[in-house]
Structure formats: structure tokens, C-alpha cells
């Protein structure tokens, strides 16, 4: 999978390479094996053959610039999974194989919730995004454990608290529950041990 490696090729994860990967729409197109800084939309571009998928049509902001942001934010999650986690020190898992509960893991989410009662809310609690899973099909899910506030609007791709869905796990598949997010043993990135868990659109 992609990963942030790609935008600063850092050997640890590094949260600022991260959200500039995970939401700007860079130069489009683009080359990828040409040496600089890539976000997923520039990396994966060349696959979609119109820019326009990025955004969601209820998505007003400006597209034109290079640093302007796409839609939909790459999750944290699995960036730091390609590192083995924030600290460097877990399993390293880079393909979908690596991940045990692909069709439970998001791997792209909307960025506010432009839908229902969502709008102008960011991506609190009871807000409903549109989402892609690792394993490459699309729903939309109701926020039940955000980390965000409502002042976070529009949400980066790190809530201020640094846990919370979209952006890391909320269901620990170990144990059969929720996650314990402020939980300083929590492993919110590890996709053998965590996944997302979350009501579907009501």
C-alpha cells in the first residue's frame, strides 16, 4: 500500500509527512518514479484518469492549488502500520495481506461529513462519512468514537487528541470490545489486533 515513506521518506513514522500524504492534492498528473514528494492522490492518480473522484461533489473548497486538500483523507492507521507504529517497534504491514480484517479497516474516509446531519459538524460523534475499505468496497458508517471536537472543523487528518475514529481503530478484535482509545497500551494502528467497528448509516 502506499504510505506516507513516499511523501518524506522518513524510516519512523513522522505525523507531519503524514497529514500533508494523507490530505494534499499535490501536482496532478504526475510521475512517480520522478524523485519528489508524493500524496496519495498524485501516487495513485494515473489509476483513476479524472481528478474529480477526490472530491466530493458537496465539497465547495478550492481544487485548483497544489496544497489545496482532497476530500477524502488517507487513514493513519495504516500509514503507521507500513512503519510498524508510531514508535517503530510492531508488526510492519505494508500489503493487503498483511491486514487481518480487510473488509473492517478503512483505508480512505471524508474528511467532514458533507451528508445528513453531518454538515458543518466536522467529524464528531454521529456524524455519518462515506468510506473505502482495505479490501476495496464502499459504505457509509456513523462516527461512534471520535477523537475530534467541534471545533475541528474542517478536521485534519489527526484529531488534536491524537485517538479517535476515522483517523486510528476504535475495536479491539483480541478482545472482543471497543477500544480502551486513552489507554496508554493501546495499539490503535496494529490491523491484527484492531479494526473499525462502526453503525452503519442510519
Same mark, same amino acid.
Given at each position: 500500500?502506499? *504510505?506516507?515513506? #513516499? ?5 519512523? %513514522?513522522? @505525523?507531519?509527512?503524514? @497529514? ?18 508524493? *500524496? ?33 483523507? %488517507? ?38 461529513? %458533507? ?13 455519518t462519512i462515506n468510506v473505502a475499505w482495505v479490501d476495496g468496497?464502499?459504505? *457509509? @458508517?456513523?462516527? *461512534?468514537?471520535?477523537g475530534y471536537t467541534p471545533d475541528e472543523v474542517p478536521a ?41 467497528? #462502526?453503525p452503519s448509516r442510519l
Amino acid at each position: 500500500l502506499p *504510505s506516507s515513506y #513516499l511523501y518524506g521518506r522518513s524510516k519512523t %513514522w513522522n @505525523k507531519e509527512h503524514f @497529514k500533508a500524504f494523507a490530505s494534499r492534492r499535490g501536482m496532478i498528473p504526475t510521475r512517480p518514479y520522478i524523485a519528489g514528494n508524493f *500524496s496519495w492522490p498524485m501516487l495513485l492518480y494515473p489509476h483513476m484518469k479524472n481528478k474529480d473522484i477526490m472530491w466530493c461533489p458537496s465539497d465547495t473548497s478550492v481544487k485548483n492549488d497544489p496544497a489545496a486538500r482532497v476530500s477524502y483523507y %488517507w487513514k493513519a492507521a495504516i500509514d503507521a502500520a507500513w512503519y510498524g507504529g508510531p514508535d517503530g517497534k510492531g508488526p510492519i504491514c505494508r500489503k493487503e495481506g498483511d491486514f487481518d480484517y480487510p473488509a473492517d479497516q478503512m483505508l480512505l474516509y471524508e474528511r467532514v461529513g %458533507w451528508h445528513s446531519s453531518g454538515v458543518g459538524r466536522g467529524l464528531v460523534d454521529g456524524v455519518t462519512i462515506n468510506v473505502a475499505w482495505v479490501d476495496g468496497h464502499v459504505s *457509509s @458508517k456513523r462516527i *461512534s468514537s471520535s477523537g475530534y471536537t467541534p471545533d475541528e472543523v474542517p478536521a485534519e487528518p489527526l484529531p488534536k487528541s491524537g485517538v479517535g475514529e476515522p483517523a486510528w481503530y476504535n475495536f479491539n478484535y483480541e478482545k472482543g470490545r471497543e477500544s480502551e482509545r486513552n489507554s496508554s497500551t493501546a495499539q490503535l494502528w496494529d490491523p491484527h489486533i484492531y479494526g473499525d467497528w #462502526l453503525p452503519s448509516r442510519l
